[in-house]
C-alpha cells in the first residue's frame, strides 16, 4: 500500500505535512449508528488529532489495511448475528493491530486485549496451556458482549468505549462528579479521551482510504487462512501440541498461528476445537487416537531407583551449598519486575525465571506468584 500526501486543496505544496493538514473530515461522522458532534466545542479537533497521529505514523494504518481482510469478516459475522454495530470491529483494530498475541506492558492480552481478571468474568479460561483471551472467536465473543452490556449500562456507544478503557466504575464516577451524560462533554484521561477518537478516525481512514491519499490498488493484502475447525477430545492424558500439529500436517509454528490461544507445549484432557488447514482434521483425529502416553514404570524397583537419583541430586547439590527445595512463595506486585525480586532475594534473573518455567522477556502479573529456592 502506497500512502501519498493527500491531495484535497490546491496548495501546490505537496510534502507530507501539507497532507497532513489538510485532512478531511466529513461534514456528518457517525460511529455505531450515533452521530459524532463536530459542532461542539473541541470534538472536531480531537478527531482531527487523531487522524494526523495515525497518518503521520502509518505503520499501523498499513497494518490495518493488510490484516483486516483476514479477520473483520469474522467479526462482522459475529455483530450481525448479535445484532450490534459493525463499527465495533474497529475496537479490536486499535486495541491490538489485530494481533491475538498482543500483550501490553500492564498484562492485557489477545486482539480484544483483556486483563486477566476482566477475562476470567467473561468466562474466558486461563490456564498454563491455554489463555482463551488469545483466541478469536472466543474472545471477539466475549468482548462483543461485555461492549453491549456497557452499552445497556451507560446509554451510548461512545461512553461504552470509554468504560471499555478505563473500567466502567472510572466513567460512572466522572459522570456522577462532573454532572455530564455525554462522552464528549466528560473530561477523563487522555489514554481514554483519545481512545474513542482513534476508533472512530481508524473507520474514517479504513472506509474511505482515498479520501487520505491511499492507494489501495493492488496492495499486498493477508487473505483469510483456508481452515477446517477439528473437535477433537482428549482422553489419554495431556498431549504434547507437537503431536498435533503433525497430525495436521504442519510445523509446530503454524499450528500455533493458527491456533494462538494455546500458550503450553502440551494440551490437557477436554474438548477443544482445534483450527486447522482445509481437509487436516481427519489427520489430527488420527493423530490423538493413534498417540499413547509415555509408560510410566511404577515397579517397586524403578521406584526404589527414583528414590536414589533423588537422593543423589540433592546430596550432591547440598555439598555445593544448594537445597532443591522452594524456602519463600513471593507474590508479585504492581511494579515488580524480575530484577527487582531478583535482587531482593539476593538470586540471578536466569535462576529466578529457571525455577519458575518463565521467561525474561515475558512481563509479569500482578498477583502471580514465584518460587524462591534456595540454590539454582
Given at each position: 500500500?502506497?500512502?501519498?500526501?493527500?491531495?484535497?486543496?490546491?496548495?501546490?505544496?505537496?510534502?507530507?505535512?501539507?497532507?497532513?493538514?489538510?485532512?478531511?473530515?466529513?461534514?456528518?461522522?457517525?460511529?455505531?449508528?450515533?452521530?459524532?458532534?463536530?459542532?461542539?466545542?473541541?470534538?472536531?479537533?480531537?478527531?482531527?488529532?487523531?487522524?494526523?497521529?495515525?497518518?503521520?505514523?502509518?505503520?499501523?494504518?498499513?497494518?490495518?489495511?493488510?490484516?483486516?481482510?483476514?479477520?473483520?469478516?469474522?467479526?462482522?459475522?459475529?455483530?450481525?448475528?448479535?445484532?450490534?454495530?459493525?463499527?465495533?470491529?474497529?475496537?479490536?483494530?486499535?486495541?491490538?493491530?489485530?494481533?491475538?498475541?498482543?500483550?501490553?506492558?500492564?498484562?492485557?492480552?489477545?486482539?480484544?486485549?483483556?486483563?486477566?481478571?476482566?477475562?476470567?468474568?467473561?468466562?474466558?479460561?486461563?490456564?498454563?496451556?491455554?489463555?482463551?483471551?488469545?483466541?478469536?472467536?472466543?474472545?471477539?465473543?466475549?468482548?462483543?458482549?461485555?461492549?453491549?452490556?456497557?452499552?445497556?449500562?451507560?446509554?451510548?456507544?461512545?461512553?461504552?468505549?470509554?468504560?471499555?478503557?478505563?473500567?466502567?466504575?472510572?466513567?460512572?464516577?466522572?459522570?456522577?462528579?462532573?454532572?455530564?451524560?455525554?462522552?464528549?462533554?466528560?473530561?477523563?484521561?487522555?489514554?481514554?479521551?483519545?481512545?474513542?477518537?482513534?476508533?472512530?478516525?481508524?473507520?474514517?481512514?479504513?472506509?474511505?482510504?482515498?479520501?487520505y491519499g491511499i492507494d489501495t490498488?493492488?496492495?499486498?493484502?493477508?487473505?483469510?487462512?483456508?481452515?477446517?475447525?477439528?473437535?477433537?477430545?482428549?482422553?489419554?492424558?495431556?498431549?504434547?501440541?507437537?503431536?498435533?500439529?503433525?497430525?495436521?500436517?504442519?510445523?509446530?509454528?503454524?499450528?500455533?498461528?493458527?491456533?494462538?490461544?494455546?500458550?503450553?507445549?502440551?494440551?490437557?484432557?477436554?474438548?477443544?476445537?482445534?483450527?486447522?488447514?482445509?481437509?487436516?482434521?481427519?489427520?489430527?483425529?488420527?493423530?490423538?487416537?493413534?498417540?499413547?502416553?509415555?509408560?510410566v514404570d511404577s515397579s517397586p524397583?524403578?521406584?526404589?531407583?527414583?528414590?536414589?537419583?533423588?537422593?543423589?541430586?540433592?546430596?550432591?547439590?547440598?555439598?555445593?551449598?544448594?537445597?532443591?527445595?522452594?524456602?519463600?512463595?513471593?507474590?508479585?506486585?504492581?511494579?515488580?519486575?524480575?530484577?527487582?525480586?531478583?535482587?531482593?532475594?539476593?538470586?540471578?534473573?536466569?535462576?529466578?525465571?529457571?525455577?519458575?518455567?518463565?521467561?525474561?522477556?515475558?512481563?509479569?502479573?500482578?498477583?502471580?506468584?514465584?518460587?524462591?529456592?534456595?540454590?539454582?
Amino acid at each position: 500500500m502506497l500512502i501519498k500526501p493527500v491531495q484535497a486543496s490546491t496548495n501546490p505544496d505537496t510534502s507530507p505535512i501539507s497532507g497532513l493538514l489538510h485532512l478531511y473530515i466529513p461534514a456528518k461522522v457517525e460511529f455505531c449508528g450515533e452521530t459524532v458532534p463536530l459542532n461542539k466545542e473541541d470534538v472536531l479537533e480531537r478527531l482531527d488529532t487523531e487522524l494526523v497521529v495515525i497518518l503521520g505514523q502509518q505503520i499501523d494504518a498499513v497494518l490495518w489495511f493488510k490484516r483486516s481482510p483476514r479477520y473483520f469478516p469474522m467479526i462482522e459475522r459475529m455483530t450481525r448475528r448479535m445484532g450490534l454495530p459493525e463499527d465495533l470491529k474497529y475496537v479490536a483494530l486499535i486495541e491490538s493491530n489485530l494481533r491475538a498475541d498482543a500483550v501490553s506492558p500492564a498484562g492485557a492480552t489477545g486482539p480484544w486485549q483483556f486483563m486477566e481478571a476482566t477475562g476470567e468474568s467473561c468466562n474466558l479460561k486461563k490456564t498454563d496451556c491455554i489463555d482463551e483471551r488469545r483466541h478469536w472467536e472466543l474472545a471477539t465473543q466475549a468482548a462483543l458482549t461485555h461492549l453491549s452490556e456497557l452499552k445497556a449500562s451507560l446509554g451510548s456507544w461512545s461512553l461504552a468505549l470509554a468504560a471499555y478503557n478505563a473500567g466502567p466504575n472510572r466513567i460512572l464516577k466522572a459522570m456522577e462528579e462532573q454532572g455530564e451524560r455525554d462522552f464528549y462533554g466528560l473530561k477523563l484521561p487522555r489514554e481514554t479521551e483519545r481512545y474513542v477518537f482513534r476508533a472512530i478516525a481508524a473507520k474514517l481512514i479504513m472506509e474511505n482510504p482515498s479520501a487520505y491519499g491511499i492507494d489501495t490498488k493492488g496492495i499486498r493484502l493477508y487473505e483469510p487462512e483456508c481452515t477446517d475447525t477439528a473437535s477433537v477430545t482428549i482422553q489419554k492424558g495431556p498431549i504434547p501440541v507437537s503431536v498435533l500439529a503433525h497430525g495436521a500436517g504442519v510445523s509446530y509454528r503454524w499450528f500455533l498461528k493458527l491456533n494462538p490461544w494455546i500458550i503450553g507445549n502440551v494440551i490437557p484432557r477436554g474438548t477443544y476445537n482445534f483450527t486447522v488447514p482445509n481437509g487436516a482434521v481427519e489427520g489430527l483425529k488420527e493423530a490423538v487416537s493413534r498417540w499413547l502416553p509415555p509408560v510410566v514404570d511404577s515397579s517397586p524397583k524403578a521406584k526404589a531407583k527414583k528414590r536414589i537419583e533423588r537422593a543423589r541430586i540433592e546430596n550432591n547439590r547440598a555439598r555445593h551449598g544448594h537445597s532443591i527445595h522452594a524456602v519463600a512463595t513471593h507474590k508479585v506486585k504492581k511494579g515488580d519486575t524480575l530484577s527487582s525480586i531478583a535482587r531482593e532475594y539476593k538470586i540471578t534473573v536466569n535462576e529466578l525465571c529457571r525455577w519458575n518455567g518463565i521467561s525474561n522477556k515475558k512481563p509479569l502479573r500482578p498477583g502471580q506468584r514465584l518460587s524462591i529456592h534456595r540454590g539454582g
